[in-house]
């Protein structure tokens, strides 16, 4: 079986800001961030394990 190409991968889980002050850090690098992730979407979330080395594109929908 082939392995999905870069274009139909994709990660979908929810998440919210932990209830941290250092929930979004910003450096003269760019910006760090904190996301809380409820157990019933922890398996999708920890896919992003695989992709530690990889550069990614990230887009953000507030959720209903």
Do not use: H, N, Y
């Amino acid at each position: 079986m082939k392995p999905p190409s870069a274009k139909t991968e994709a990660v979908t889980f929810l998440c919210s800001f932990p209830d941290i002050q250092g929930q979004l850090k910003v450096g003269r690098d760019g910006m760090r961030i904190a996301l809380d992730v409820p157990e019933s979407d922890l398996a999708a979330a920890l896919r992003l394990v695989l992709w530690r080395d990889r550069v990614l594109r990230i887009t953000v929908v507030p959720s209903e």
